[in-house]
Structure formats: C-alpha cells, structure tokens
C-alpha cells in the first residue's frame, strides 16, 4: 500500500509540473479574460448616455469621461514602465 500512496504522489507532482504555465501564456490567459470583461463595462458605462432614459449634466458626463481617460492613460503608462507606476506628477 505504501507504494500507492507513494505513486499517488508522484502522479500529483508530475500533474503539477505540467500544469505550470510560462508568464507570456499566464498574460495572454488573463488579457483575454480581463479586457473583454472592461470592454463590456465601458459598453455598459456607455448605454448611460441614453437621455431619453437618463437625465444628466455635462458635468456629470464629463466627469466619467475625464475619469476614464485618465484610467487608460496610467494604463498606457503601466505597459510602457513594465507595470511600474510613476508618481504622480503635479500640473498646473
């Protein structure tokens, strides 16, 4: 019996060994998951515009949009840092 437990246990460890997954397919796993799941926010984000079944102001509405944008922009910055956040810059 002893064998058995033993064998199960390779198997388990081989198992694991194979199911490791290099970063880039990690990346590309989680890329195709994430930004789908964004794109259907910003649609969702999107239908909000509809003034025929919302009542907003262009502050309002250039607040989300001002918001976003600043979103993507420290998302551009991210890929071109290699994930790394720069502090935030003071403008006038």
Known sequence: MATNKNTAKTAVKNTDKKSKKSDAEKFTE???IRVPKALRVLKSISSLANDTKYEYTDAQSTAIISALKSAVDDLSECFKNGGKQ????FRI
């Open 86 to 89: 720069d502090e935030e810059t």
């Open 30 to 32: 989680l890329a195709n």
